[in-house]
C-alpha cells in the first residue's frame, strides 16, 4: 500500500511539473530542436562519404608466422605508400591542413589515419576503407591504395630477386672461371705432352711401345716412343683427374646457369600480387553524419534535460 501510495505521489508529482513547466520545456526542446537542425547542416558538419573495395592477396609469400592477407595489409600501412598518397592527392591542402602550423605532419597523419583503414575480414581478405567529403576523391584514392601496394610488392619482389640474380651470377662466374682454368690445363696437357684423350691413347700405345722393347727400338730414353712413354707416365694421371673433375664441375655448372636462368625469369616476369574482388566506386549517399538522427537525439536529450532541471527545481522547492 505504502509502495503504491508513493508511485501515486510521485505520478501526480510529475505531472505537475509538466503541468506547471510545460511551457518551459516546450520552448527548450523547441530551441534544441533548432539548434541541432543548423548545427548538423553541411555548413558546420561536412557530409563523409564511405568508398571500400575487398581485396586478396595473390603471389604473396609470408614472412615468419604471419599470413599473405597479413602481410599485405601491412605493406598498406607502409609509410611509403602513405606518403605516396599524401603527395598525389596533395591531401596537406585537401585535408586543410597548415603547412606553417605546429605540428602540421602530426595533424595531417591523424587525418589520413583516420580516414584511410585496413582491416583483415573474416574470409583472409582485406578490406580498404577510405572516407572522405568528396565521394569521387574517397573512390579514387582507394582505387590509388590498390595500385600503390601492388606496386610496392612488385618493388620488394624485384628487389628481392634482384639479390638473388646477383648471387647466381657471382657463382656461375666462379665455376666458369675455375671450369676455364681446368681446360686450360687440358690444353696445355694436349698440345705440350701430346695427351689427347688418355684412356683411348694408352693401351693401344702400350702395345707397340713393348714390341718397339722387343725390337730394341725403344728403352734407350732417347726415342719417339720412349719421350711419349715418359710424358703418359708423368702427365697421364693428372689428365684423368683433370677431366674427371672438368666433368663433375659441368655439371655443376649446368645446376648453376639453371638457377640462375630461374632467378632472372622471376626477376622480369611480371606479376599481379592483388585480386580485387569488390572495386571502389563513388558513393551515392553520405554515410555520415546522420542529420535525422542527431536532430532526434538532441531533441530528446534537450527535453529530457530540462524536465530533469525542472522537477529537481520543484523538489529543491518543497523541501525548502
Known amino acids: ?5 508513493l508511485y501515486t505521489i510521485e505520478g501526480k508529482s510529475l505531472l505537475s511539473v509538466i503541468r506547471n513547466w510545460w511551457k518551459h520545456i516546450l520552448v527548450v526542446t523547441f530551441l534544441g530542436f533548432v539548434a541541432a537542425v543548423i548545427f548538423s547542416s553541411p555548413s558546420f558538419m561536412p557530409p563523409i562519404f564511405k568508398s571500400r573495395a575487398i581485396i586478396y592477396p595473390s603471389n604473396i609469400f609470408p614472412y615468419a608466422t604471419e599470413n599473405a592477407t597479413e602481410q599485405m595489409i601491412q605493406i598498406m600501412e607502409s609509410e611509403d605508400i602513405r606518403d605516396r598518397a599524401i603527395a598525389d592527392f596533395d591531401l596537406v ?10 605540428f602540421p605532419k602530426t595533424e595531417l597523419y591523424g587525418i589520413y589515419g583516420e580516414s584511410v583503414n585496413v582491416s583483415k575480414t573474416q574470409y583472409e581478405s582485406a578490406e580498404i576503407t577510405v572516407f572522405d ?8 584514392l582507394c582505387d590509388s591504395l590498390i ?9 620488394m619482389h624485384r628487389s628481392k630477386y634482384e639479390e638473388v640474380v646477383k648471387i647466381q651470377r657471382d657463382r656461375l662466374e666462379t665455376v666458369r672461371h675455375h671450369m676455364d682454368s681446368m681446360e686450360n690445363a687440358l690444353r696445355v696437357l694436349r698440345v705440350d ?13 702400350a702395345e707397340v711401345y713393348y714390341q718397339a722393347l722387343s725390337a730394341g727400338r725403344a728403352g734407350n730414353g732417347h726415342s719417339r716412343l720412349d719421350k711419349i712413354e715418359r710424358n703418359f707416365a708423368e702427365k697421364g694421371g693428372e689428365y684423368v683427374a683433370l677431366k674427371e673433375h672438368l666433368w ?12 640462375y ?22 558513393a551515392e549517399r553520405k554515410t555520415y553524419p546522420l542529420r535525422m538522427l542527431i536532430v532526434l537525439g538532441v531533441t530528446a536529450s534537450t527535453f529530457f534535460f530540462t524536465f530533469l532541471l525542472a522537477l529537481v527545481y520543484e523538489r529543491f522547492r518543497k523541501t525548502s
Do not use: C
Open 133 to 140: 567529403k568528396d565521394p569521387v576523391t574517397a573512390s579514387t
Open 248 to 259: 663433375r664441375v659441368r655439371g655443376y655448372f649446368n645446376e648453376v646457369k639453371e638457377e
Open 147 to 155: 595500385s600503390y601496394l601492388n606496386q610496392k610488392i612488385i618493388s
Open 1 to 5: 500500500m505504502e509502495q503504491q501510495n
Open 261 to 282: 636462368d630461374q632467378a632472372d625469369m622471376d626477376f622480369k616476369k611480371h606479376l599481379t600480387f592483388v585480386n580485387v574482388v569488390t572495386p571502389p566506386e563513388p
Open 193 to 205: 705432352y701430346g695427351i689427347l684423350e688418355f684412356e683411348e691413347q694408352v693401351e693401344p700405345f
Open 93 to 102: 591542402k585537401h585535408y586543410g591542413v597548415d603547412p606553417k602550423g605546429k
